[in-house]
């Protein structure tokens, strides 16, 4: 059974650093086309960034463009999101999200095929 599980979530103060990481098993993450999404209470679940193959790439949303990192560990079957300068806006649940039918990046949630549990992420003081 295809399974995506992330993890590294927790509570952070504003300015602060988390990384998540995001691991698969029965699939190889280094084919397909993964993503990060973030649900807050009270709101819709928002893409935050993805990565295409083979090239490597990446797509930002623009509230984390310069603050956030995508990557990729094939060897290890992970992609991890480097969280930097978090602000309290950030809080939110944290989904990695596989497309198994495409190689190309997109914010699409509804074509995702797999989903992991999601990781909390707060950001106060």
């Known amino acids: 059974q295809v399974q995506l599980v992330e993890s590294g979530g927790g509570l952070v103060q504003p300015g602060g650093s988390l990384r998540l990481s995001c691991v698969a098993s029965?699939?190889?993450?280094?084919?397909?086309?993964i993503a990060w999404f973030r649900q807050a209470p009270g709101k819709e679940r928002e893409g935050v960034s993805c990565t295409s193959v083979p090239d490597g790439r990446t797509y930002y949303a623009d509230v984390v463009k310069g603050r956030f990192t995508n990557s990729r560990d094939n060897a290890k079957n992970t992609v991890y999101l480097q969280m930097d300068s978090l602000k309290p806006e950030d809080t939110a649940v944290y989904y990695c999200?596989?497309?198994?039918?495409?190689?190309?990046?997109?914010?699409?949630?509804?074509?995702?095929?797999?989903w992991g549990q999601g990781t909390p992420v707060t950001v106060s003081s």
């Open positions: 029965k699939f190889p993450l280094a084919y397909y086309a």
């Open positions: 999200a596989a497309d198994v039918t495409a190689t190309s990046c997109h914010m699409r949630k509804y074509e995702y095929d797999y």
